[in-house]
């Protein structure tokens, strides 16, 4: 089983709880206008390696003991479910103690092995209104997005939400405000408490088309963001 493989980062601190090992899979089916690595949306490039599950566990291994667990990224990691099936599994049979995380734009349903075999998910909601939606990936819809958060929560496996949130004087807007409702309800739906939320501020660095010379949202309005979740 291979996958193509942007890059690993031995040990991050900044993709998932504790000190991790990130691996970032190529390809993405969305093409959102703040995307910052929009190199990771192509399926295949030059500068990618073909790698196979064991050749990413030997990299895992040069951590142990350090890390707490991986955290797998894209681009959009689901993309590469098989391959995610069969990592997650051999790190769990590597070392119990290690956590597999996925870092994912929820747009591809988690089939049920998966969904066993997960043990969180960073989980990008990115709007909730179909029309905003939209206009910020060029995808149709965001109902498979809603299903996962759903399907997640009744596993106890949503690690976060993100919401990257836009300057309100952009181009374009996201709904942050409908995005915790809508998460507060479908928690409430679950009998879950609300998850972790994380509010990511805009920045355009390395941002092409619409939104590249949008500047980086601002703390004020930040704060406006986050008084959402009181």
């Avoid at 995307?35 to 566990?57: G, K």
């Avoid at 836009?166 to 405000?177: A, C």
Wanted: aromatic share 6%.
């Amino acid at each position: 089983m291979k996958a193509p493989v942007r890059k690993i980062i031995g040990q991050s601190t900044v993709d998932g709880p504790g000190n991790r090992t990130a691996i970032f899979l190529q390809g993405c089916n969305i093409r959102c206008a703040y995307c910052h690595n929009p190199e990771t949306q192509p399926l295949h490039a030059d500068d990618v390696e073909m790698l196979s599950v064991d050749d990413v566990i030997e990299e895992v291994k040069k951590g142990i003991p350090f890390i707490r667990g991986i955290t797998v990224s894209g681009g959009e990691c689901m993309m590469h479910q098989p391959f995610l099936l069969e990592l997650f599994r051999k790190v769990h049979a590597l070392d119990a103690k290690l956590s597999c995380l996925a870092d994912s734009n929820g747009t591809f349903l988690f089939s049920e092995p998966l969904l066993s075999e997960v043990d969180g998910v960073l989980l990008d909601v990115k709007a909730w209104d179909a029309s905003v939606w939209k206009e910020l990936t060029g995808s149709p819809t965001n109902e498979v997005v809603k299903q996962n958060l759903k399907n997640l929560l009744l596993r106890d496996k949503v690690a976060e939400v993100r919401i990257v949130c836009l300057p309100k004087d952009g181009p374009i807007q996201t709904d942050v405000e409908a995005v915790i409702a809508g998460v507060k309800a479908v928690a409430s739906e679950c009998g879950r408490p609300m998850p972790k939320m994380h509010l990511i501020a805009f920045r355009p660095h390395g941002v092409v088309g619409t939104l590249a010379e949008t500047p980086m949202t601002s703390a004020e309005e930040m704060r406006v963001y986050e008084s959402f979740l009181q």
